[in-house]
């Protein structure tokens, strides 16, 4: 399963983005879509998960100012970020977890997508 992510780039603080991460393949179902990211110097992190089932977690630091979405038909998973902090700045990688069309469970990365929250 590959998962092509887009959507990252540079901003100001207080500004928006909205990322967006397509899963294709071998897939039969998808369970988990989301989103993690990983500063400069710091361990990855999970930003936010939405399961098929519709349930969503969202870190502490950006509940509020994120929003997880999912299209399920398209495989598709979308994270709106809105009034950024230089704090989110980081490399946001999308992750996915489901079964496979031979009916064995998957999980996968994305490439990352680099966002950056400057003046």
């Known amino acids: 399963v590959q998962l092509q992510a887009s959507g990252g780039g540079l901003v100001q603080p207080g500004g928006y983005l909205r990322l967006s991460c397509a899963a294709s393949?071998?897939?039969?179902?998808?369970?988990?879509m989301g989103w993690y990211r990983e500063a400069a110097g710091k361990q990855r992190e999970l930003v936010a998960r939405?399961?098929?089932?519709?349930?969503?977690d969202y870190s502490d630091s950006v509940k509020g100012r994120f929003t997880i979405s999912r299209d399920n038909a398209k495989n598709t998973v979308f994270l709106q970020m809105n009034s950024l902090k230089p704090e989110d700045t980081a490399v946001y990688y999308c992750?996915?977890?489901?079964?496979?069309?031979?009916?064995?469970?998957?999980?996968?990365w994305g490439q990352g997508t680099l966002v950056t929250v400057s003046s």
């Open positions: 939405h399961t098929r089932g519709g349930n969503i």
């Open positions: 992750n996915t977890h489901g079964t496979g069309l031979d009916l064995l469970p998957f999980g996968s």
């Open positions: 393949g071998s897939i039969f179902s998808i369970e988990t």
